[in-house]
């Protein structure tokens, strides 16, 4: 599931997400219910519902529930007393580096900085995932009376490309880093001088090595086919959540200083 949507992510409106996420989240639930009645679950109509699979390419809602009915067996199969002391560990591996990388981070002073001065804040997530945890970073900053723009797809990044200035920030949320579909809008927000925080797992990626500043996570990819992994948008989160803790800090060490 989550494949599907990131991989036809652009196509994919607000009413689409909302339902994808409350299918994905409620697996089981949904596994044996009819177009009529996932409608009703998510408040939309059942046309809306049969559009929506048809964006993932599937042929019509009879397809999607017996795609439903695959993905909840594969949860409960991976479900077992083994597997999940196994995935405990990987987490817990993964948040203690993600915490270590982020105490290392040398230039935080500078992105809580940028952070506070930036005339606009804009942020895009390359994924279904990153932008999920970018719309609850958003959510936190309102408290700082700070309004974090979520760039929802990869035309309106390019619309704004054209209007972004130097006084503004840009930040970048990404799994791998890798930008091959949007590098040459990356470049030209680069060439305005624009300083970009890029937010990937801990890796040499194309995104990182073109901002201005980048802050890492750790993911450790449980499945080597399709390199996704259930702790990966916990430690985006996990670090976004330390960003705006430290956030929180410096203003308020400013203030004082003031």
């Not at 930036?118 to 999920?132: K, R, S, V």
């Not at 305005?192 to 500043?213: C, H």
Request: glycine share 2%.
């Amino acid at each position: 599931m989550e494949t599907l949507i990131n991989k036809y992510f652009d196509s994919l409106s607000e009413n689409d997400i909302h339902v994808l996420n409350f299918i994905q989240q409620n697996l089981e639930l949904c596994k044996d219910k009819t177009v009529l009645e996932i409608a009703k679950l998510c408040n939309v109509s059942p046309s809306t519902v049969v559009r929506t699979t048809k964006k993932l390419n599937f042929a019509g809602y009879s397809e999607f529930r017996y795609f439903l009915k695959k993905e909840a067996d594969k949860v409960k199969q991976n479900k077992t007393p083994k597997n999940q002391q196994f995935e405990s560990s990987v987490l817990l591996r993964d948040v203690t580096q993600t915490i270590k990388f982020f105490e290392e981070d040398k230039s935080l002073e500078k992105i809580y900085k940028l952070l506070s001065e930036a005339n606009n804040i804009f942020a895009y997530g390359t994924g279904y995932g990153q932008n999920l945890m970018l719309q609850e970073f958003s959510r936190c900053l309102l408290n700082n009376n700070i309004h974090l723009k979520i760039i929802p797809r990869k035309t309106e990044l390019e619309l704004i490309s054209h209007s972004i200035t130097s006084k503004d920030l840009l930040i970048v949320a990404s799994l791998s880093g890798n930008i091959d579909s949007f590098d040459h809008i990356v470049k030209n927000i680069i060439v305005k001088q624009v300083p970009i925080i890029s937010v990937t797992s801990f890796s040499r990626n194309d995104l990182a090595n073109l901002a201005t500043f980048n802050i890492y996570y750790q993911v450790s990819y449980l499945n080597k086919i399709n390199n996704l992994n259930n702790s990966s948008f916990c430690t985006l989160n996990l670090v976004l959540s330390l960003l705006y803790e430290g956030f929180n800090n410096y203003l308020g060490v400013n203030a004082t200083e003031s």
